[in-house]
């Protein structure tokens, strides 16, 4: 490929623009187009169910760069103009407008999607939490059913997503409940120990915990708007608003029928490369992590930067593999928390720093002699100083003499 | 070069402390980045500017001007 190949990327957001940062900084000075199916530039969403949510930040200080910032990268933005095809062979990307954008590179950044319940986009009051639209479209509901007394939010799906909008429901006044099939939040991913603890957290501050319960559905109030929700025990939640949050499905319908192999996630080898001149990155993006030795897709905002710098690197002929040491962060109610690496809920979790009863320690989960990850209560600090023990756990085998040195 | 930054913004993700270790450090209660040095020398110019397109709160400014 020329030292200057053409990039096409799909996908305007914090994946899509931190490659494009990527490529400037590696020294790439050829065309770079970025096509985005959102009217908007760049922005950023991790604060959507924090500060957004709770009105702290208005929704313009998630803007992710200024546009003298965007324009120095002297790349074209297609916005607003969702792409519909992708010809692998010819690298051709086609949008909904019309038009044909061809690349030496494709970089296919388009994220992911809410998972919603069967039936819940008839109903008027029941939310996703995405997208900005989505972040203000349900914090007006919140604030309208506060004021006139239809405050009964119930958030469906105790995953991370799912506690951290409660938390912040609940901050603004709601009478809020969650539910969902685990017995505490974020049960399948950090395990009964931290899971136990936010859902102490979770009841301290006042959310109601309906969890071990599956939802069977949405009960409609005959007028077109959410009634409450229905559990598989029968029993029918009361609500005025409720926020679907059950997990995300990589945006990848528009690479039906490109040939490209899809399996949750666009699939890439360790170069996060689909095939030859197309890759992935961020949530869309399924790959091949050779310190683990599987594929992996992450959903987290530090993947979608870190990625990219592998993806820009791909693109310019590094031939390093891509093996970070996943990170994810979440705020609920006061407690920051940290998380370096994969733990699991059958790991062994101890607590190796701090204690919980002080709201401050440090969480290692292990399985054998194998650090899986460390986890930081309000000890963000702390919590990367573990993370050299979870690092050599992901560390790819070393490389080949005479090869470039992974890091 | 002249770095700001936003102690408002930063979520204690630490990135920047991980690229460029002379130039940035966290505080220890609550992990908001602190800035060791506003004005370093050409040789961390370069994990500097990493640090600021890495930072997931988008919270360092970089004026390379100043
Ligand atoms: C409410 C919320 C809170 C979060 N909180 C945290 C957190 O605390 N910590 C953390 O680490 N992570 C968090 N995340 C996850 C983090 O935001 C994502 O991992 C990150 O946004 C992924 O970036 P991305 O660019 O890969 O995908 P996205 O941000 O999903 O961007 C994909 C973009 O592609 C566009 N697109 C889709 N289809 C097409 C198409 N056909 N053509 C053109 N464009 C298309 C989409 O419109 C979108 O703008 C949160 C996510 C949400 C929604
Ligand atoms: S990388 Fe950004 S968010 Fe993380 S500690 Fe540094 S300034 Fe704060």
Redesign the interface.
């Known amino acids: 490929m020329s030292a200057s190949p053409r990039v096409v990327v799909v996908g305007a957001s914090a994946a899509g623009l ?1 490659t494009v ?2 490529l400037r ?1 590696k020294g790439h000075a050829g065309a770079v187009t970025v096509v985005g199916a959102e009217p908007y530039g760049p922005y ?1 969403r ?1 604060p959507l169910s924090k500060q957004v949510l709770a009105g702290a930040w208005p929704p313009e200080r998630t803007r ?2 200024t546009p003298e910032v965007l324009d120095g990268l002297g790349a074209e933005w297609v916005l607003g103009d969702p792409a519909t095809a992708l010809d692998p062979l010819s690298r051709t990307v086609a949008t909904a407008s019309g038009r044909a954008v061809v690349g030496d590179a494709v970089v296919v950044a388009t994220g992911a999607r809410p998972r919603t319940l069967p039936g819940q986009e008839r109903l008027k009051g029941v939310h996703v939490l995405r997208t900005l639209d989505d972040a203000a479209a349900l914090r007006a509901d919140l604030l309208d059913g506060a004021r006139s007394g239809r405050g009964r939010l119930v958030v469906v799906g105790e995953g991370v997503l799912g506690a951290e909008a409660a938390a912040t429901a609940r901050g603004l006044g709601l009478d809020t409940t969650l539910v969902g099939p685990q017995r505490v939040p974020m049960e399948a991913q950090l395990g009964p120990l931290v899971g136990g603890l936010l859902a102490d957290l979770h009841r301290t501050e006042g959310v109601r915990l309906r969890l071990g319960t599956a939802v069977a559905g949405i009960a409609d109030s005959g007028s077109g708007r959410v009634r409450g929700v229905l559990l598989d025990t029968g029993e029918e939640l009361p609500a005025d608003t409720v926020l679907v949050a059950v997990g995300a499905r990589p945006e990848t319908d528009w690479l039906e029928g490109s040939g490209l192999e899809v399996s949750d996630g666009l699939v890439c080898d360790a170069h996060c490369r689909a095939a030859e001149g197309v890759y992935a990155v961020g949530d869309v993006a399924r790959w091949h992590h050779e310190g683990l030795g599987r594929s992996l897709r992450l959903e987290n ?2 993947n979608a ?2 990625q990219a ?1 592998a993806v820009a690197g791909a693109v310019l002929g590094d031939e390093r593999p891509y093996a970070p040491v996943p ?1 994810l ?1 979440t ?1 609920q109610f006061g407690a ?1 928390i ?1 998380i370096h690496g994969l733990p699991s809920a059958s790991a062994e979790a101890e607590v190796v720093e701090g204690a919980p009863g002080d709201g401050r320690f440090v969480v290692r989960f292990r399985r054998g002699n194998r650090t899986e990850g460390v986890l ?1 209560w ?5 919590a ?1 100083q573990w993370r050299r023990e979870v690092s050599d756990a992901f560390a790819p085998p070393p490389p080949v003499p005479g090869s470039p040195v992974a890091g | 070069m002249k770095i700001t930054v936003d102690e408002d913004k930063c979520c204690g993700a630490g990135q920047c402390a991980l690229i460029a270790p002379e130039v940035f450090d966290q505080r220890d209660e609550d992990g908001v980045v602190v800035l060791l040095d506003a004005a370093p020398g050409e040789e961390h110019h370069g994990a500097v500017r990493e640090s600021a397109q890495v930072c997931p709160a988008a919270a360092i400014t970089v004026d390379e001007d100043a």
Do not use: F, H, I, S
């Open positions: 931190a940062e990527a900084r950023d991790p992710l760069r905002r530090t930067v870190e710098g990170y962060w705020d920051k940290q930081g309000n000890m963000p600090k702390q990367r």
